[in-house]
């Protein structure tokens, strides 16, 4: 029974017709797996964003082949895509480029789907991922009923050229082996190829074809999974339902007074009986109160789902209590980003307490957005508003440069601390030893040795084999510029190990 559910659920959401693949769409696809084997090996840059616009006109191709218009919210996600797709071409670092890549690849899956519903929003983001399977299905049937311009003359001359390729290769090797002179020849007249190389090169190829593909396969005709229904869940009494809510509420509530009090510097007893300082109390428990926010946001679905509805009585409660939780909920981020900042002031800046603070700055956006829909009444456009400003979120986080970030922050405390005591003012090294070459400009500003220390792991990843313009960055090639004109004392892992572990945090 089980089976039989699954399989309605899944044929309710099929396409209502799906056009066929085109020449045009297998040629892209094709176009796409050789850019990707030849930009991607050497690294992410403005190569992923040239290969993101060559995906994106074959799927474009498929899709006017069905008869699609780009619709606002379309146009809305594919710019969100591009910008995403920007930040590897901007910035070194790596965690963002991967956020940025994983963001770009659900924006373009929302793209094509579609979805105004929160099961079309969320089924549409990684839909992706079940696409390339169906998508190589689809372009071997598209070859069996279309009958390609001179096929006849076409298939056999490829199949020369293959028997030819092979032949010349294994009597060459053989004849390379067995005279210097005929080695020399084949050696000037073969291309310069890495053999080690062409099985990367070969995954990149079948990874770019197939993603192409995919997307393709997408336009030309979409899942419709606005059509999943969920079923709201039994109702509960009013009872049962609202008496831990406002138990809950209470707590925040409380919660909410007492950190009000700490704030307004009234916390004299408060921080008696806890016997820490105001500096420590504030640093105290961001983390739990970050679990907090997104347990209130699990809380909030829930209670929904199951809120009494007959009369108009239970849902003015249900608003009510809904509301006021989420209202409350704020005062929760509100503190937990206190706390940090309280935390950065005093330990510096990290990658961890970066992302959470963006994190948890989202979260307030979300309650704020679930407050804005009650008090309107209307909750259509809540699904997409709420990814949007997720997508927004991370493109800023990216395009902002976090490395970049966390350097001048800990460079700057450094510089504060070096004017208000000097014998006292430590740098600690293994904060900042670690970030990319987007900290560079940052860390330049260091007094040495504490700027050679810093920069030292950032200096040898950089003294490798120059990469290629489309396989690198803005902030690469700065930091580049920034070490050749102010080469660093430290050069040696001998040096490292007897001058900037003196330098170190003490």
């Known amino acids: 029974m089980r ?21 045009r769409v297998m040629l892209a696809a094709l176009l796409t797996g050789l850019l990707t084997a030849w930009l991607l090996y050497d690294g992410l840059g403005v190569n992923l964003l040239v290969c993101g616009v060559v995906v994106a006109v074959g799927a474009g191709t498929a899709a006017r082949t069905a008869g699609r218009r780009i619709r606002p919210w379309t146009a809305v996600w594919s710019v969100a895509a591009v910008a995403l797709l920007v930040v590897p071409a901007v910035w070194n670092a790596g965690w963002p480029a991967v956020l940025a890549a994983v963001g770009a690849l659900g924006l373009a899956s929302l793209a094509l789907h579609g979805g105004r519903r929160w099961p079309g929003v969320l089924l549409a983001l990684p839909g992706f991922l079940w696409q ?38 294994v009597f060459g090797l053989l004849f390379a082996s067995a005279d210097a002179g005929m080695a020399d020849l084949m050696g000037n007249l073969s291309p310069d190829l890495d053999l080690g190389r062409l099985p ?29 229904e969920i079923r709201p869940g039994r109702e509960r009494r009013r009872l049962e339902w609202a008496l831990p809510l406002v138990a809950l509420n209470l707590m925040f509530g409380a919660f909410t007074v007492i950190q009000a009090v700490v704030v307004l510097g009234g916390a004299d007893a408060v921080l008696s009986t806890t016997g820490m300082s ?11 109160l970050s679990v907090i926010t997104v347990l209130t946001l699990a809380v909030v679905a829930v209670a929904k789902r199951w809120a009494p509805r007959t009369t108009g009585a239970d849902r003015r409660l249900a608003k009510v209590l809904l509301g006021l939780l ?11 980003l206190g706390r940090m900042w309280f935390y950065v002031d005093a330990s510096g800046l990290t990658r961890l307490r970066l992302w959470v603070l963006v994190v948890e700055v989202w979260l307030g956006v979300v309650f704020l957005l679930l407050i ?19 997508v927004l979120t991370l493109a800023v986080y990216g395009l902002m440069g976090p490395d970049a970030i966390i350097a001048n922050q800990n460079v700057t405390r450094y510089e504060r601390a070096l004017k208000t005591d000097l014998a006292t003012a430590t740098m600690d090294l293994r904060n900042v030893r670690t970030l990319s070459a987007d900290a560079v400009p940052a860390l330049d500003r260091l007094p040495e040795p504490q700027r050679s220390c810093a920069m030292q792991l950032i200096n040898e990843d950089l003294r490798g084999k120059a990469k290629p313009w489309y396989a690198t960055d803005l902030a690469a090639a700065r930091a580049r510029q920034v070490l050749k004109e102010r080469p660093l004392l430290v050069q040696s892992p001998a040096e490292v190990r007897w001058l900037c572990d003196l330098t170190g945090p003490r």
Do not use: M, N
């Open 3 to 23: 089976v039989a559910v699954g399989e309605s659920w899944l044929r309710r959401s099929d396409p209502e017709r799906r056009a066929a693949a085109t020449p």
């Open 132 to 169: 390339p399977v169906p998508a190589v299905g689809w372009v071997r049937v598209g070859l069996e009923v279309r009958s390609l311009p001179g096929r006849d003359r076409i298939v056999p001359v490829l199949k020369a050229l293959a028997v030819a390729a092979v032949l010349l290769t």
């Open 200 to 228: 990367a090169r070969a995954a990149l190829f079948v990874l770019g074809t197939v993603t192409a593909l995919g997307f393709a396969h997408i336009a030309a005709g979409p899942r419709r999974w606005d059509r999943t």
């Open 278 to 288: 105001r500096a420590a109390y504030a640093r105290q428990g961001f983390w739990q």
């Open 326 to 336: 989420c209202v409350l909920a704020l005062a929760v981020v509100a503190a937990a």
């Open 372 to 390: 804005a829909s009650g008090l309107t009444g209307r909750t259509g456009w809540l699904p997409r508003v709420v990814v949007l400003s997720g």
